[in-house]
Structure formats: structure tokens, C-alpha cells
T-cell receptor
Framework: EAEVAQSPRYKITEKSQAVAFWCDPI?????LYWYRQILGQGPELLVQ????????DSQLPKDRFSAERLKGVDSTLKIQPAELGDSAMYLC?????????????????FGPGTRLTVL | AQSVTQLGSHVSVSEGALVLLRCNYS??????LFWYVQYPNQGLQLLLK??????LVKGINGFEAEFKKSETSFHLTKPSAHMSDAAEYFC?????????FGAGTRLFVKA
């Protein structure tokens, strides 16, 4: 069964350093999501791509976070510089994204996540 | 504003007992509603979803949920809890393109 791949699984860094996370969605999935999940809370959408275009990045702290999906396939999320409050699980998900107006009905398939600890 | 509220951050049941996890949403547009399960240090996995077809939705592992528009609810149930059901459960709502997750309910199952 196809899965969403993420790396690394765990990352420990010191504040003010740069970190990057990678996500490879299920083949053929047009929509890719990055979520941040703080311990004890639900996932919060950071950025959503439709192919290589950003659909929603309203919750992405753009002064330090950036995301790209250059060829509409895999994606990278970067934080520079990292802050203590960035410690969280970063989840990537993908969905087919070909349902037209019913895209909201798409099931999102999640990767295992990257747990970031900022010291 | 759109929101999802899960009543009870922790729910504890005995093995074999009924599981009931509550979810209410607020939205001005017809919703798509989902329940996801998350095991420790893993991503989320879809249990079931409501997409405006049948109001009673059956999912995996014996779970089901009923969409009640008048109550703006989408509660998750399972007739008989199993030890393997112990996990975190998230209710999610999608209106338009954006998905909003509830804060989650951790289910404990006692032997």
C-alpha cells in the first residue's frame, strides 16, 4: 500500500539553527499539506499545495518558515531560525485533489511525522 | 468562524463497554466531517468520513458516526471497546479547501 514518506523522523536542534523537513506524497496525489501538531493539540494547517501552487499558507509564520513543492511532487518545509516554541510534530499529508468542487471530501493520507525538539 | 469542538480531552472505558466520543462543529456551509485516529508517534489514519450521503457512516475497526445537522454533531461510537482502540481520536471538518481539526480525545481502555 502506498504511503506518505517523511524524513527525518526525529530532529533535535538548537534555537537559531536552520532545520528542514522532507515529504514525499503518495504518487499521483495533487494536494499536499503540512501540519504542525503541538503536544496535546490537534494538527494545525501550515500550508496547502495544489500541484506546485500554494492554496493556503495563512497560518504559516512567513518570517521564519518557508515551504516549496517545486515540481508538484515532493516538498520541503524549512524553519530558519528555529525557536523554542517550534518544538512540535510536523505532519505531512496528501490527497488525490482531483474531485473538483468536492475536494473537501478527499481523504488525507498522513505520513509518520517529524518530531522536532528545539533546545 | 468555523470550529470543531471535541467534548472531553480524555475518555476512559472498560474493555467491552460502549465507546462514545463527542464532536460538534460550527459552520455556515455544508460540512465534510471526518474522524481520524492517531497511535503514539504515528501519523493520523482515517476512521470514517461524512460527505453528504448517508447520515450514519460506518468506518474501520467497528466504528461508526452519525451526522446530525440539527445538533451540528458528528459523534463517534463503537459498541464494544477493545484494548487496541486505545489511541487519540480527532474530529475534523472541511469547509471549502481548509481542514480544521479538533483538539483530540484520548481514549483509555481498561482491562
Amino acid at each position: 500500500e502506498a504511503e506518505v514518506a517523511q524524513s527525518p523522523r526525529y530532529k533535535i536542534t538548537e534555537k537559531s539553527q536552520a532545520v528542514a523537513f522532507w515529504c514525499d506524497p503518495i504518487s499521483g496525489h495533487a494536494t499536499l499539506y503540512w501540519y504542525r501538531q503541538i503536544l496535546g493539540q490537534g494538527p494545525e494547517l501550515l500550508v496547502q499545495f495544489q500541484d506546485e501552487s500554494v492554496v493556503d499558507d495563512s497560518q504559516l509564520p512567513k518570517d521564519r518558515f518557508s515551504a516549496e513543492r517545486l515540481k508538484g511532487v515532493d516538498s520541503t518545509l524549512k524553519i530558519q531560525p528555529a525557536e523554542l516554541g517550534d518544538s512540535a510534530m510536523y505532519l505531512c499529508a496528501s490527497s488525490p485533489g482531483n474531485s473538483g468542487g468536492a475536494m473537501g471530501a478527499d481523504t488525507q493520507y498522513f505520513g509518520p511525522g517529524t518530531r522536532l525538539t528545539v533546545l | 468562524a468555523q470550529s470543531v469542538t471535541q467534548l472531553g480531552s480524555h475518555v476512559s472505558v472498560s474493555e467491552g463497554a460502549l465507546v462514545l466520543l463527542r464532536c460538534n462543529y460550527s459552520s455556515s456551509v455544508p460540512p465534510y466531517l471526518f474522524w481520524y485516529v492517531q497511535y503514539p508517534n504515528q501519523g493520523l489514519q482515517l476512521l470514517l468520513k461524512y460527505t453528504s450521503a448517508a447520515t450514519l457512516v460506518k468506518g474501520i475497526n467497528g466504528f461508526e458516526a452519525e451526522f446530525k445537522k440539527s445538533e451540528t454533531s458528528f459523534h463517534l461510537t463503537k459498541p464494544s471497546a477493545h484494548m487496541s482502540d486505545a489511541a487519540e481520536y480527532f474530529c475534523a471538518y472541511t469547509g471549502g479547501f481548509k481542514t480544521i481539526f479538533g483538539a483530540g480525545t484520548r481514549l483509555f481502555v481498561k482491562a
